[in-house]
Protein backbone atom coordinates (compact mmCIF):
# COMPACT_ATOMS: atom_id res chain seq x y z
CA UNK A 1 0.00 0.00 0.00
CA UNK A 2 1.34 3.70 -0.67
CA UNK A 3 2.22 5.86 1.71
CA UNK A 4 -0.79 7.99 2.17
CA UNK A 5 1.59 11.07 2.68
CA UNK A 6 2.91 10.60 -0.98
CA UNK A 7 -0.26 10.63 -2.53
CA UNK A 8 -1.63 13.41 -4.29
CA UNK A 9 -4.65 14.16 -2.56
CA UNK A 10 -6.51 15.68 -5.93
CA UNK A 11 -5.55 13.29 -8.73
CA UNK A 12 -4.98 10.22 -5.93
CA UNK A 13 -1.71 9.19 -7.91
CA UNK A 14 1.57 8.54 -6.73
CA UNK A 15 3.39 11.93 -6.16
CA UNK A 16 7.43 11.21 -6.95
CA UNK A 17 8.23 14.11 -9.25
CA UNK A 18 7.15 17.62 -9.54
CA UNK A 19 5.58 17.81 -6.13
CA UNK A 20 5.34 20.56 -3.21
CA UNK A 21 4.62 19.42 0.35
CA UNK A 22 1.55 21.12 1.76
CA UNK A 23 2.19 22.94 4.93
CA UNK A 24 -0.56 24.45 6.78
CA UNK A 25 -1.60 27.15 4.62
CA UNK A 26 -0.68 25.25 1.41
CA UNK A 27 -3.59 22.74 2.96
CA UNK A 28 -6.50 25.63 4.33
CA UNK A 29 -5.80 27.06 0.75
CA UNK A 30 -6.69 23.46 -1.05
CA UNK A 31 -9.74 23.03 1.51
CA UNK A 32 -10.90 26.41 0.71
CA UNK A 33 -11.06 25.66 -2.99
CA UNK A 34 -12.40 22.18 -2.10
CA UNK A 35 -15.51 24.16 -0.03
CA UNK A 36 -16.52 25.80 -3.18
CA UNK A 37 -15.44 23.17 -6.00
CA UNK A 38 -18.41 21.18 -4.26
CA UNK A 39 -18.11 18.08 -7.20
CA UNK A 40 -14.57 17.66 -6.76
CA UNK A 41 -13.61 17.58 -2.64
CA UNK A 42 -10.50 16.63 -1.49
CA UNK A 43 -9.06 15.80 1.94
CA UNK A 44 -5.11 16.96 1.91
CA UNK A 45 -2.98 16.75 5.08
CA UNK A 46 -0.28 18.80 6.67
CA UNK A 47 3.05 16.96 5.22
CA UNK A 48 1.19 15.39 2.40
CA UNK A 49 2.42 15.69 -0.98
CA UNK A 50 0.85 17.09 -3.72
CA UNK A 51 1.64 17.73 -7.55
CA UNK A 52 2.57 20.98 -8.67
CA UNK A 53 0.55 21.32 -11.40
CA UNK A 54 -2.68 19.51 -9.99
CA UNK A 55 -2.58 22.29 -6.68
CA UNK A 56 -2.25 25.10 -9.44
CA UNK A 57 -4.96 23.74 -11.59
CA UNK A 58 -6.84 22.73 -8.16
CA UNK A 59 -6.63 26.61 -6.51
CA UNK A 60 -7.16 28.66 -9.85
CA UNK A 61 -10.08 30.94 -9.29
CA UNK A 62 -10.70 31.03 -13.13
CA UNK A 63 -10.35 26.95 -12.94
CA UNK A 64 -12.94 26.84 -10.44
CA UNK A 65 -15.25 28.82 -12.19
CA UNK A 66 -15.13 26.54 -15.40
CA UNK A 67 -15.49 23.54 -13.20
CA UNK A 68 -18.33 24.47 -11.37
CA UNK A 69 -20.09 25.72 -14.50
CA UNK A 70 -19.23 22.36 -16.94
CA UNK A 71 -20.43 20.66 -13.47
CA UNK A 72 -23.85 22.46 -13.66
CA UNK A 73 -23.95 22.03 -16.88
CA UNK A 74 -23.39 17.96 -16.63
CA UNK A 75 -26.38 18.18 -14.17
CA UNK A 76 -28.89 20.09 -16.71
CA UNK A 77 -27.42 17.60 -19.24
CA UNK A 78 -28.37 14.29 -16.99
CA UNK A 79 -31.61 15.83 -16.58
CA UNK A 80 -32.61 16.44 -20.12
CA UNK A 81 -31.57 12.70 -20.84
CA UNK A 82 -33.68 11.07 -17.98
CA UNK A 83 -36.64 12.91 -19.01
CA UNK A 84 -36.15 12.05 -22.94
CA UNK A 85 -35.87 8.66 -21.30
CA UNK A 86 -39.34 8.84 -19.08
CA UNK A 87 -41.13 9.69 -22.32
CA UNK A 88 -39.86 6.93 -24.29
ZN1 LIG B 1 -1.75 15.09 -8.68
Given at each position: MDDPLKTCPICNEPCDVEFNTLGKKG???IKDSSQRRQNRTVQPTVGQR???ECR????NDNNIEKDLKA???DDYTRKLLYQQLETC
Open positions: CARVHIRDYTYVL
